[in-house]
């Protein structure tokens, strides 16, 4: 069985800074790619950032410049970085990280989500 537990979210005033982190636990032979996806209420789940195992990410427009994706690979952790928060960053924020187990090929798993609130 696999989890990914996220944390780190909270209450920041606009312009501020927050650090996520997803950890993944279980019977896992390999991770490949690891994701940050947000859902703002009334509206569907985007891609925030997305990291490879060897390093290589890539951002939504929204957030290039302000997030930064890393991952500590013996870990099996996956961080987010969000610096300059702005009112519209004010989201649910899911984990989710391609994973092989020792019983299963890849598939996605996902958090149980952070919630994230920027006020003005």
């Known amino acids: 069985q696999v989890q990914l537990v996220e944390s780190g979210g909270g209450l920041v005033q606009a312009g501020g800074s927050l650090r996520l982190s997803c950890a993944a636990s279980g019977n896992i032979q390999s991770i490949n790619t690891m994701d940050w996806y947000r859902q703002a209420p009334g509206k569907q789940r985007d891609l925030v950032a997305t990291?490879?195992?060897?390093?290589?990410?890539n951002y939504a427009d929204s957030v290039k410049g302000r997030f930064t994706i890393s991952r500590d690979n013996a870990k099996k952790t996956v961080y987010l970085q969000m610096n300059s928060l702005k009112p519209e960053d004010t989201a649910v924020y899911y984990c989710s990280a391609n994973i092989k187990t020792y019983n299963t090929w890849y598939r996605d798993y996902w958090g149980q989500g952070t919630q994230v609130t920027v006020s003005s």
């Open positions: 990291i490879t195992s060897g390093g290589n990410s």
